[in-house]
Structures are given as structure tokens and as C-alpha cells.
């Protein structure tokens, strides 16, 4: 543990939120757990940080946190940035608990828009902060259609969107927020990470919750489900990624983020996830 | 569908043409139309109509005009309905009643069994007059279709220029022509004509003599009007004279 | 000819409110049979065809279908997944406003091919190449595969409405006045490629349309509703050409020509 333990704040309950809250919110994500990819509905809390912030991955995160977790935020792979450190901190104060920036040190790990390089564990639950929750949302703009199709499993309409990528670009030109089917029956929104991230989340030994505070919804994959990136039989689906190595630690199987040295073109590419580029840089 | 016959069975065929055969046969046919518009007013037009028409026999509808000609033939066509009375047509080597078939079976007779030429050609507009032609051959592969309605076009004199436009700029005769070509491809045993050559030139009338006499030689049982007594004489075995029922009820 | 009947209705009655929709309709189809039903608006023939197609459910009355390996589906019990299967495969309807059905923000090849998608089909170069091949059947240049429907005429969007429709190559086919607002030009070909097409496929169809022309020369069957009832079926030419029901008579009469 390298977080300093920081007495929980006067006033507040643990976790900011109170206990008949935090219930309603277990009780969605144990439904969402029992239907992998099938958003459920819950009722969204007003949070002390505005919408598209990680509303939704915050009150997921406050039903989850017993006294001894260890909570590690990233945003975009990395620890230091504000969003990040705010829900650290903001953990650290209203519920007292320990916090990390080691992926393997963390019990939970809420995230935006990334998945740490480092595999996740059984004993590990990833949280996502998810801006829109329905897959169809850009093809379908009818909620109750919405739901219609995932009800009877008619996704053929997602798919077109596919076919018309190939169609106009030669190829899928999404490239993060993939949508994927999960136990081979919902069609979901994996939040906006990299498509790269994508094979991740296939059969992964962590639970993964999803939440979305604004779309009021909270869905889920249990450890080890099929997590499956539509993609068709002559375009297959393909986790791609900057074709470079990491300025920093030189690791050519990361995710890369491009950042603009100076306003000559000069660039280099790092990797997002902060953390394992300087646990390679350690040289553990 | 298959009806109590009041027919024979049929003889084993002997290849050759046959009058044992009775094709179509036509017993105590009663119509009467009901004008509901004219406040019910009632048209008798057929009454006791009895014939018989044999495998390759013309029988030639006469009467005066009105006297109700047009409206047997088209109820042997199953065009108009019946009020009583039967119509026995040998259909698949049995004998089905058009006067009470379902219109299912009337479908698949006029398919397989009975061919009809009227006056005027109506079809899909657009349509190019050889695939008008060809369409209404029966199990027959799309091309051949096509060269047997090319041939039988030619036969009558609808140059091949004109086969590949629809006929509904063509000429009265001309249509008349591809409405005949329409009919004869499908070489139903039973065909029924109503005035085939009545816009024809003499030339074209003798063409259509000549298919009316294959197409009996063949065994196909004929009923027409033919108003050019030219034309009946030359292929009628039989006249039947349709009486006017002059009492309005 | 099969005796077995595709769709087949019972007593079907329908009341919006006080007004009678459809009361005590029969109806049968058989496989690769066209039947029409025609009468003035308002007289049920729409409702009638959203009943038979599980659209609308009915206040009394069954519709049966019997599935490719001959079994009877109550089409109005039937769980809502095994309809919605139904519609995109075995099924189609053909809406009067192509609009309603195609996606216009979608390439005409998408549109053709996402019933193929929905069904399962995940070979993008299969779906290209069977979409291509509609666009050809319904008389459009392959060239315009990657073009939006908005820039299609109102012929052409109901000749690709077909294509989406006919592509997973149904049994049963819904036609709510297909031939409706276009052009008398543009009917007459719509009207050819619909009958050459049912023909060929086999497909059998229920029509919906007020134009006795049209029902004259698709249709092997007739219909004539007035007000929610039947009042006289049987076979197309007969009916038109015999009509025995007043209102029958009276349809028949006020058109030109049919």
C-alpha cells in the first residue's frame, strides 16, 4: 500500500453515499451480474462532481467499497490526471480507504477508457464510467426500439453499421467504444476504450461493472464470460495500435498514446497506462 | 377438388384422337345476373344449356347477337359463375366440375387444361410482347418458352422488330395475333375462342384456320364464335345454337 | 397443388371503439398463391393485412401459419422472438411509403443486406455480392450498390424496398398498396417486377390495394371487404367480371376500367 491512509472526512456517510442507496445500487448490479450485457436500470444519484465525470463509475464504486479495499483510478490509462486523482482522493476522504496506482495492489480499479495492461485477477473488480450505455444508440434513436432489439436479440442493424464501414472506409472505422456481444446474447457498449483494449474483456478473471450516471444504467460481465467483438468472417475483427514502441519503458505490445513535444512536429509516443510503463521502467 | 362424375373414365389413350373422349361437357348450365344497382333487376341469359365437346372437336357457338354466346363461353372458362347446372372438364384424367370448383382448382385448370382467346389482350403494361407470349407456355424453361413464342409470333405474321416492344401500341390485328399467340403456346387440351379473327386480314385469318386444324389434330377440344362464316365453316364439326331467352323475370 | 394452406384466418374481429374494423373474417392462402383484398378506405383491408402479418392483434379470432417443416403456428400466441424471426425471414411486408421501411441514412446495399445480417450472415463479401444481385432483379443499376436511398426516385426506393424484402428469399409476402402514390408509368413496371418475381420465387402474397386493376393482374384470388365484413371472395377475373354483391357490383362500376 503506497497511499497514506487519510481518516475518513466528518459528516458524510462512508462512501459519500447512504446505506438504502448504496442497496439499490447492489441490488442493480446483482441483477446485471445474473444478465451479462443487459443494462439495468438504477436510480441515479446527483454526485458532487458534474455528468460525463464518472457519475455513474463512482456510485458503482461507493455500493463496492468495504473498509479494507484498495481503490486505484485511472483516466485514459493514467493515474495523475484530474479526473483520476479527484475520485482517488475523493474516495480517500469520504470512505477512508487505501488507495494505489499499482494495478496488482488494487482490489477495485475504476477506469475511463482504458483497461490496465497488467492482467486482472479473480480477486479484482474493474468499474467503467460509461457516457452512453446502448450500443444502437447512434443507429436507433428509439429507447423502447432499443430495447425491443435487445430483447428479441436483433442486432442485424448493428452489423450494418459494419457493413456500411467497409463499405465506405475498407475496413471497421471504429475505434474505441466497440461494440461487442457478451455470452453470445447482448449486444454492449464496452465504454469508450480502445478497440485495442476489446480482447481484454474476453473471459476475463475480473468482474467487470459498467456504470453510467447521466443514462442512469449499470450493466456487467462476470469473470470469465465470452466477450466477443462483432466483426465479420472476411474482415475480421483486429485490435490495432500506433505502430510504434514506448518512448519511455519500449514496450512494443502497449497501447500508445501520441504526445506533441513542442510545435515543430516533434512527438513521441508513450504508453497510456502510466503504471506499467514505470513498473517496466523499475525493471521489475 | 375431384368431383362425382356423371363421365366414363377415360379410355387408355391410344396416342391417335379420339372422339369417345369427352372433354368438356355442359349439363343444364342455368345464368341469370342480378343488377343490384338496378334495383335487383334480374338478366336470365342462359337456361338449360346441354353440351358435350369431344377431344378434338371444334364445336362453333351460333345464335344472335345477345343471345348469350360471349357469356357461355366465358362461363365455361370459369370467367362467369354458374347458378346451376354443371361444366365437367377432364382435368389431369379426372373429371372436375368448374360450375363448384374452388377457385384454387380453377387456377390450376385454366394452367393445365383449358386455354382461352378473348377479343381484347389485356396484360401488364410494359411488358414486351414475347415474354406476354412466352409466360403463358406451361412447364416449359424460360427459353424455350421464348423461341416457341418467337416462332409462333412469326407464324402470325408479328414481325421480330416488334416482339421485344409491348403490344399496347400495336394495331387491333396485331394485338388480336399476339392475344392468339398467347393462347395456342400453351397447347391446353381444351381452348376456347372468342372471335380469334374477327380484326384479321384474310391471310392472317387462313394462318389462324390452319392452327385452329393442327391444333384439333392434335386432340384439342375447340368451342368459338366465329362471326366470319369463312372461318366456321372451315373448322367447325358442330354448330350449337345458343337460344335468346326472351322473358324477363 | 399443395392442399395445405400457408396462413389461415378464423373469425378474425377487431373493434376500434365503436367502429368495426374487421367482423367474423375468413381467410386462407396457399403456398405461391396472390391473394388481393381491395375495397374503399376505411373498409378493414389494412387491418386485416397487420392481423394476418401478427402486426395488430385481433379481439377475437386465430390466424395460423404453418412453418416450412409443416408446422401450425398460432401466429397471435406465438412469443414475440419467433414473430420478429418470422418477419425477417420467412416473411416480408411491403409498405405502401418505402420510407417506412428503408433506412435512408443507409447505402442501398446495407439496406439489402441487413436482413441477411439479421439472420446470421457475417461474410461481408456474400452480403456485397447477394445485395448486388437484388439490385439487379428489381431493375437497379449495380452501380448505385453504395448510394444513399435519398437520392432514388419513388420508384426505384419501392423497387429497393422490394429488394430489402425479397432477399432472404420469404414464403409470405405483406403488400400494403405497393404500387400506391407512384406514377402510372412507374406502376406498370413496379407491377411486372412484382409478378415476375412472385412467380419465379413462389412466393405467395397477400395485396392490399384499392386499385382493382392492380388486383386484376397479380392477384389469383379476391377479397372485397366493406366495412370490416368480406362480402365476396373467389377468383379474380369471376369477381370482377361477375360480381354477385351489390357493393361488389358498385366497386365495379365506378372505375374506368379495371
Not at chain 1, 476522504?93 to 487505501?98: D, F, Q, S
Not at chain 2, 418467337?150 to 422488330?161: D, F, G
Not at chain 3, 401459419?65 to 409443416?70: E, H
Amino acid at each position: 500500500m503506497t497511499a497514506p491512509m487519510i481518516s475518513q472526512a466528518d459528516g458524510y456517510n462512508f462512501a459519500y453515499l447512504d446505506e438504502q442507496t448504496k442497496r439499490m445500487i447492489r441490488r442493480s448490479i446483482l441483477k446485471a451480474v445474473a444478465v451479462p450485457g443487459h443494462q439495468v436500470p438504477f436510480g441515479s444519484r446527483e454526485m458532487p462532481l458534474p455528468y460525463g465525470w464518472g457519475t455513474g463509475g463512482i456510485q458503482v464504486t461507493a455500493a463496492l467499497l468495504g473498509t479494507d479495499d484498495v481503490l486505484k483510478v485511472i483516466d485514459q490509462g493514467a493515474d495523475d490526471t484530474t479526473n483520476a486523482v479527484s475520485i482517488r482522493r475523493f474516495f480517500a476522504r469520504t470512505a477512508g480507504i487505501a488507495t494505489t496506482t499499482r494495478t496488482a495492489e488494487a482490489t477495485i480499479i475504476q477506469t475511463r477508457h482504458r483497461i490496465p495492461e497488467t492482467p486482472l485477477r479473480a480477486d479484482q473488480i474493474i468499474v467503467y464510467q460509461v457516457p452512453q450505455p446502448e450500443p444502437l444508440s447512434g443507429l436507433e434513436s428509439s429507447r423502447t426500439e432499443t430495447s425491443r432489439m435487445h430483447g428479441l436479440a436483433d442486432y442485424g442493424l448493428m452489423h450494418v453499421k459494419l457493413y456500411e464501414d467497409i463499405t465506405r472506409y475498407g475496413h471497421v472505422s471504429i475505434s474505441y467504444d466497440y461494440p461487442v456481444m457478451v455470452g453470445g446474447r447482448y449486444l454492449m457498449a464496452p465504454s469508450p476504450i480502445p478497440a485495442f483494449d476489446n480482447p481484454k474483456m474476453d473471459r476475463m478473471a475480473a468482474l467487470q461493472l459498467f456504470g453510467a450516471g447521466r443514462e442512469k444504467r449499470i450493466y456487467a460481465v462476470p469473470p470469465y464470460t465470452e466477450v466477443r467483438s462483432l466483426d465479420f468472417d472476411d474482415h475480421p475483427f483486429r485490435a490495432s495500435r500506433a505502430p510504434h514502441t514506448c518512448n519511455l519503458c519500449g514496450a512494443d505490445d502497449s497501447y500508445l498514446d501520441e504526445v506533441v513535444t513542442d510545435d515543430k512536429g516533434g512527438r513521441m509516443f508513450v504508453c497510456s497506462d502510466t503504471d506499467h510503463c514505470e513498473e517496466r521502467r523499475d525493471g521489475r | 377438388m375431384t368431383q362425382s362424375s356423371a363421365l366414363p373414365p377415360a379410355p387408355p389413350s391410344s396416342g391417335g384422337v379420339s372422339n369417345e373422349i369427352s372433354m368438356l361437357t355442359v349439363s343444364g348450365l342455368n345464368k341469370t345476373f342480378v343488377l343490384h344497382l338496378q334495383h335487383g333487376l334480374k338478366i336470365p341469359v342462359l337456361s338449360n344449356i346441354n353440351l358435350s365437346v369431344a377431344a378434338g372437336e371444334c364445336v362453333a357457338l351460333v345464335g344472335q347477337s345477345g343471345a348469350g354466346k360471349s357469356t357461355l363461353l366465358r362461363s365455361l372458362y370459369g370467367n362467369y359463375g354458374a347458378d346451376s347446372g354443371y361444366i365437367h372438364v377432364r382435368h389431369d384424367n379426372e373429371t372436375v366440375d368448374l360450375a363448384t370448383a374452388p377457385p384454387r382448382a380453377i387456377v390450376d385448370i385454366r394452367a393445365r387444361t383449358i386455354g382461352y382467346v378473348s377479343q381484347f389482350l389485356r396484360v401488364v403494361p410494359r411488358v414486351a410482347t414475347i415474354d406476354v407470349v412466352a409466360e403463358a407456355a406451361r412447364d416449359t424453361p424460360p427459353e424455350e418458352a421464348r423461341n416457341r413464342a418467337a416462332a409462333l409470333l412469326s407464324r402470325l405474321n408479328i414481325p421480330a422488330r416488334l416482339h421485344a416492344l409491348p403490344p399496347a401500341t400495336f394495331s387491333g390485328g396485331e394485338q388480336q395475333r399476339v392475344n392468339l399467340a398467347r393462347g395456342f403456346i400453351g397447347a391446353h387440351p381444351i381452348l376456347l375462342l372468342d372471335e380469334p379473327t374477327a380484326s384479321l386480314d384474310n391471310a392472317n385469318r387462313d394462318i389462324v384456320i390452319a392452327m385452329i386444324a393442327q391444333a384439333k389434330a392434335a386432340g384439342t377440344a375447340i368451342v368459338g364464335i366465329f362471326h366470319d362464316t369463312v372461318v366456321r365453316d372451315a373448322v367447325a364439326d358442330r354448330l350449337y345454337h345458343v337460344v335468346p331467352i326472351q322473358d324477363v323475370i | 397443388m399443395a392442399d395445405e394452406t400457408l396462413l389461415s384466418a378464423r373469425g378474425l374481429t377487431l373493434h376500434f371503439g365503436a367502429i368495426p374494423a374487421l367482423v367474423d373474417v375468413d381467410a386462407d392462402l396457399w403456398p405461391g398463391e396472390v391473394l388481393a383484398v381491395v375495397g374503399e378506405s376505411g373498409s378493414g383491408k389494412s387491418t386485416l393485412l397487420n392481423v394476418l402479418a401478427g402486426r395488430m392483434a385481433p379481439d377475437a379470432g386465430a390466424v395460423w401459419y404453418r412453418d416450412p417443416i409443416g408446422a401450425l403456428h398460432d401466429v397471435h400466441a406465438m412469443p414475440a422472438p419467433a414473430l420478429r424471426t418470422l418477419h425477417r425471414s420467412d416473411w416480408g411486408f411491403v409498405h405502401q411509403n418505402p420510407r417506412e421501411n428503408l433506412r435512408m441514412a443507409v447505402t442501398a446495399g446495407g439496406n439489402v443486406g441487413e436482413r441477411l445480417m439479421a439472420r446470421g450472415s457475417r461474410h461481408y463479401g456474400d452480403i456485397r455480392a447477394e445485395a448486388i444481385s437484388w439490385l439487379r432483379q428489381v431493375e437497379i443499376d449495380a452501380g448505385r450498390v453504395d448510394d444513399f436511398p435519398r437520392t432514388f426516385s419513388g420508384g426505384m426506393l419501392q423497387r429497393l424496398q422490394i429488394a430489402r424484402t425479397l432477399v432472404t428469399h420469404p414464403r409470405l409476402v405483406f403488400m400494403d398498396e405497393p404500387t400506391g402514390g407512384l406514377d402510372v408509368s412507374v406502376q406498370a413496371r413496379l407491377l411486372d417486377l412484382i409478378r415476375t418475381l412472385v412467380r419465379r420465387l413462389g412466393i405467395a402474397a397477400v395485396l392490399v390495394t384499392h386499385d382493382l386493376a392492380v388486383a386484376r393482374l397479380l392477384a389469383h384470388r379476391i377479397m372485397v371487404m366493406q366495412r370490416g365484413r368480406v362480402v365476396e371472395s373467389g377468383l379474380t377475373d369471376r369477381v370482377l367480371d361477375d360480381p354477385k354483391h351489390e357493393y361488389t357490383q358498385l366497386l365495379v362500376s365506378s372505375v374506368l376500367s379495371a
